[in-house]
Every structure is written in structure tokens, then in C-alpha cells.
């Protein structure tokens, strides 16, 4: 890779982080007060959800793109606040759930 390229890699990273960063603050403005009762929920694995993702899927497309949207989620997830990495797996849910969403066709070199 040439310096040109690092320099280039190394802007996009850090444009993504900025973005994910107001993203953030954005979200906790809107949802700054976390409930008085926190009544924990059940723990599951990625892969569990995944599974169930899958089952719902409205057809063969959306599951086709469901591990790599998954794989987003997942990846981001560590960065953000537990209620967002919720509200990122009910949209989640819902694109693949949705019978008119169309993903078209999926990247060459896509592992799905």
C-alpha cells in the first residue's frame, strides 16, 4: 500500500468512527433517561438470534444478507450503549421480516 493509500484508509476509519461517535451522543440525547426499573432479560448468543432472524426471514434474499447485516451489528456493537445495540437488532428484525424490502444483489466475493 502506498502512503497516499494509508493516509486515504486511515481518513475513512476515522470518518466512520466520528460518524458512529454522533450517532451515539445523538441517540443518548434522545434516550438520556434510562427507566427507574431495569428487570433484566434473558441472554442469548448472536448465533441464537441469527437462527431466529433466519426463521423470520420474509424469503430467500433477506436471509442470504441476514449474516453479514448481523455481522455488522455484532461488530459494532462493542462500541455502543446496550439500548442502542437493541434498537440495531429490531431494525434488523424488521428488514429481514419485511416483504418488500429488496437487498438486490449480494457483493461478489460474498461468503452468502
Known sequence: MTPANDHSVTSQALSEALWMRSEIDRFQKDFE?????RTPMPIWSWE???RQLSSL????ATQAIL?????????QSRWLPP???LREVLCAAYAVMDGDFSPGPLPEGSTS
Open 67 to 75: 449474516p453479514e447485516l448481523m455481522s455488522a451489528v455484532r461488530k
Open 57 to 60: 426471514a420474509s424469503g430467500p
Open 48 to 50: 441464537q438470534l441469527e
Open 33 to 37: 433517561r434510562a427507566p427507574a426499573t
Open 83 to 85: 439500548e442502542m445495540v
